[in-house]
């Protein structure tokens, strides 16, 4: 069946650098997508989002990118803190009202 | 405002037994959902109401699991009997309408069945 999955199960980073997580997805009809991130003992809290008649889209600190070519989505956080540290999930919307989440990838952000 | 709100946080019960969570969607809310997520494993759906009545329960896993929503309010998910399986996380979330709007999730219940 079609699904959304996730590269990395895990990512060490250090604070202030960088950070990009992937996802691929295998629906070439999902027409909207959704970063949630999970922190310790909370539930997914929405990032950003971004349709398919966009590739990028920004937010604070935070940017998503959309390559429907190879169906890939990725988030980038800039100078990550401590703060970021989490489980991130990537979700894809075909149209409907139900997100197809990923597995996640966990942030590991070292001081 | 409040949030959505999960009950119990966590539970531990043995293989056989019942076990019933809760959820308290935000007020207002006629979208109601459930998801489990078993250990390093994808979110996954079970279901969704509008108001009280099920609108899509193409992902409950089995006839061990009973949702209801009496009166349109809060939820329960029954698991009867618990199989060790059925460990995991099950989180709800709520929304006030469909299609990407609003959906906030609540803290989750971690279900261990030993």
């Known amino acids: 069946g079609e699904s959304v999955g996730l590269h990395l199960p895990t990512l060490s980073v250090q604070e202030g650098d960088n950070s990009i997580i992937n996802c691929a997805y295998s629906n070439s009809a999902s027409d909207y997508f959704i970063w949630y991130k999970q922190e310790s003992g909370k539930g997914p809290q929405f990032i950003i989002d971004i349709r398919s008649n966009m590739d990028k889209r920004q937010g604070q600190r935070v940017t998503v990118l959309l390559n429907k070519t190879v169906k890939h989505l990725s988030l980038q956080i800039a100078a990550t803190q401590p703060g970021d540290s989490a489980v991130y999930f990537c979700?894809?919307?075909?149209?409907?009202?139900?997100?197809?989440f990923g597995r996640g990838t966990s942030l590991i952000v070292h001081p | 405002e409040a949030g959505v709100t999960q009950f119990p946080s966590h539970s531990v019960i043995e293989k056989g037994q019942t076990v019933t969570l809760r959820c308290d969607p935000i007020?207002?809310?006629?979208?109601l959902y459930w998801y489990r997520r078993v250990m390093g494993k994808e979110i996954k759906f079970l279901l969704h109401?509008?108001?009280?009545?099920?609108?899509?329960e193409s992902g409950m896993p089995n006839n061990r699991f009973l949702a209801e929503r009496t009166g349109g309010t809060y939820s329960t998910l029954k698991v009867q009997p618990a199989e060790l399986e059925d460990s995991g996380v099950y989180f709800c979330?709520?929304?006030?309408?469909?299609?990407?709007?609003?959906?906030?999730f609540g803290s989750g219940t971690r279900l261990t069945v030993v």
């Open positions: 979700a894809e919307n075909k149209g409907s009202y139900i997100p197809t």
């Open positions: 007020s207002g809310h006629d979208n």
């Open positions: 979330a709520s929304s006030p309408g469909t299609v990407n709007y609003g959906y906030t």
């Open positions: 109401f509008v108001k009280e009545s099920k609108q899509d």
